[in-house]
C-alpha cells in the first residue's frame, strides 16, 4: 500500500512540475517592453501543408533591444511568415523587407505595463489553482488509503509531506510573479 501511495505523489509532483513548466511558457508570452524571441513561441505557420513552429522555419535573433529579426531558410515563406504574425495577434505589425521580417517593438505606456502584470498573475493564479486541485486529489487519495487500513498517524505524514510540496511550488510560483513583475514594470 505504501508503494502505491508513493506512486501517487510522485504522479502529483508530476503534476505540479507541469503546472510550472507551463506558467513558465505562459510568462515567456508576455513582453516585457523588450524584444525576445520568446514572445514568438506557440506561433506555428503552414509549411508545405504541415503546421511547424515559426522557430524551426527561419532564423529568430534580436538585433536590438526594440526589434525581432526573422530570417526564414527559403525565401518563399515570409509571407506565411507575416500571416502567421498577424494571425497571433501579438499587437506587432511586422515588416517584410523580402529577406527578412522584423517585428518593431513599441515601448509600453504604464497602463499596458499594469494590463501584462495582470495577465502575468492570472497565469499564475490559473497554475496555484491546478496544484491546488492536486492536492484535493491526493488528499482525497490518502484520507481513503487511511480508511482502508493504512495507519492514521502515517497517513499524516503523508499528509504534511504533500502539505510542504505544496508550499514549495506555491513559493516557486511567487518568486517567478515577482519577478516577471519587476521584469515588466522596470523601463
Known amino acids: 500500500m505504501i508503494e502505491e501511495i508513493n506512486s501517487q505523489i510522485e504522479h502529483v509532483k508530476e ?10 511558457f505562459e510568462l515567456n508570452k508576455i513582453r516585457a517592453g523588450k524584444a525576445s524571441p520568446n514572445m514568438l513561441s506557440g506561433i506555428l505557420l503552414d509549411y508545405y501543408g504541415t503546421m511547424t513552429p515559426l522557430h524551426q522555419v527561419a532564423n529568430i535573433s534580436t538585433p536590438d533591444a526594440r526589434t525581432i529579426s526573422i530570417q526564414p531558410w527559403e525565401k518563399k515563406m515570409l509571407a506565411s511568415i507575416e500571416k502567421a504574425i498577424f494571425e497571433a495577434n501579438l499587437g506587432i505589425t511586422p515588416m517584410n523587407d523580402g529577406e527578412t521580417v522584423r517585428l518593431i517593438i513599441p515601448p509600453m505606456s504604464e497602463e499596458r505595463r499594469v494590463a501584462m502584470v495582470k495577465q502575468a498573475k492570472q497565469s499564475a493564479e490559473e497554475s496555484r489553482v491546478s496544484i491546488r486541485s492536486a ?3 491526493i488528499m482525497d487519495f490518502l484520507k481513503k ?3 482502508e487500513g493504512f495507519p492514521e498517524d502515517a497517513g499524516k505524514r503523508k499528509e504534511e509531506e504533500v502539505q510542504k510540496l505544496i508550499e514549495s511550488y506555491m513559493i516557486k510560483i511567487d518568486k517567478m510573479i515577482e519577478s516577471k513583475e519587476k521584469d515588466i514594470m522596470t523601463i
Open 15 to 24: 503534476s505540479f512540475d507541469k503546472s510550472i513548466e507551463h506558467l513558465i
Open 135 to 137: 492536492r484535493n486529489k
Open 145 to 147: 488509503k487511511v480508511k
